[in-house]
């Protein structure tokens, strides 16, 4: 068991940019999931995945963000225009059935000059 | 509204001394509770979790939390600390009506003193 991965880890780009994350989870893991974390804050949620099927975006979430995971394995979170406020990091987790008790990655850092 | 109560942003423990980190949560029904930790610039680990059964829960890193419903809380505990411990600690709760989606509490950062 590999753990959740992310890449990258950390991640500079102008403001404008597009950028693409990639976590991939624990296998046999059916739940993925995507935060967000700014200093000295909690994890914000942004959206989860149960197998390929997108079940919740949180109502915050601009419509610049898109999260994929089309063969219910590998997930990526693209933020289209980044602006200087999408710095952040971003998290992944994933989650076993029944009890969905979430594992998390090492984070995506996130710089938007 | 669900919610979770971390009263202390800060807590300052000498090393070996014992820990306690508070945690209240909000909600109807038994949840799920959780405490995860994160170090400076990492992703969050699991400590400890708690779904049914004992309500002292045993975890990782010589930690063990305790569920007391008439409280509403699932403080932390630590006998005694090491540098290492240093770090932010979250609580976190979930309920099958809410699809299992994770409640943050604000954090406690733990500062060891030497």
């Known amino acids: 068991d590999t753990g959740v991965s992310q890449d990258p880890r950390h991640k500079i780009t102008k403001r404008g940019q597009n950028v693409t994350f990639r976590c991939d989870p624990i296998s046999e893991h059916n739940r993925l999931y995507w935060y967000r974390q700014t200093l000295g804050q909690g994890p914000e949620f942004l959206t989860y995945f149960q197998n390929e099927a997108q079940l919740e975006k949180s109502r915050l979430l601009s419509d610049r963000f898109s999260a994929e995971r089309p063969k219910g394995s590998f997930s990526t979170l693209e933020i289209q225009r980044t602006e200087q406020g999408d710095s952040a990091m971003y998290l992944c987790?994933?989650?076993?059935?029944?009890?969905?008790?979430?594992?998390f990655g090492p984070g995506t850092r996130l710089t938007v000059t | 509204a669900q919610s979770v109560t971390q009263p202390d942003i800060h807590i300052t423990v000498s090393e070996g001394a014992s820990l306690e980190l508070r945690c209240n949560y909000s909600?109807?029904?038994?949840?799920?509770l959780f405490w995860y930790v994160q170090s400076p610039g990492q992703g969050l680990q699991l400590l400890l979790k708690?779904?049914?059964?004992d309500t002292l829960v045993q975890g990782i890193k010589g930690f063990e939390a305790e569920f007391k419903r008439s409280q509403s809380s699932f403080n932390l505990r630590k006998p005694s600390v090491h540098w290492s411990d240093a770090a932010e600690y979250f609580c976190?709760?979930?309920?099958?009506?809410?699809?299992?989606?994770?409640?943050w509490g604000a954090g406690t950062k733990l500062i060891i003193k030497p």
């Open positions: 976190a709760v979930a309920e099958e009506d809410s699809n299992y989606q994770l409640i």
């Open positions: 909600y109807g029904a038994t949840p799920y």
């Open positions: 987790a994933s989650s076993p059935p029944p009890t969905y008790e979430q594992y």
């Open positions: 708690y779904f049914s059964g």
